[in-house]
């Protein structure tokens, strides 16, 4: 089992930057595809992006390709997610989250644990 907590959401102006971090305890995060989804108010939680076990392969979610990076240090059992030119519609709760898979897997469904998730409000 794994506990993922998430952290370095915050307020932010449309164009800005975020870098968000989610940190493992339990078990290495090194056998987990690691994924990020988030949810905005009234709306289904939705996936954002993922990188498998060895960092070699990374996926996004169109909305964010070429502004977001995932990215993962297995030594320190944490996983980033730089998000760049931020806008309005990004806000969301983001969530950090781990999946015993081998490959990368964008359904929530597929995902086994959960952080508890970290706020992200970009103003206009």
């Known amino acids: 089992q794994v506990q993922l907590v998430e952290s370095g959401g915050g307020l932010v102006q449309d164009g800005g930057s975020l870098r968000l971090s989610c940190a493992a305890s339990?078990?290495?995060?090194?056998?987990?595809?690691m994924g990020w989804f988030r949810q905005a108010p009234g709306k289904e939680r939705e996936f954002v992006a993922a990188i498998t076990r060895s960092g070699a392969s990374t996926y996004y979610a169109d909305s964010v390709k070429g502004r977001f990076t995932i990215s993962r240090d297995n030594a320190k059992n944490t996983v980033y997610l730089q998000m760049n030119s931020l806008k309005p519609e990004d806000t969301a709760v983001y969530y950090c989250a781990a999946a015993n898979t081998l490959v990368i897997v964008t359904s929530k469904l597929r995902y086994n644990y959960w952080g508890q998730g970290t706020q992200v409000t970009v103003s206009s």
């Open positions: 339990g078990r290495t995060i090194g056998v987990y595809t």
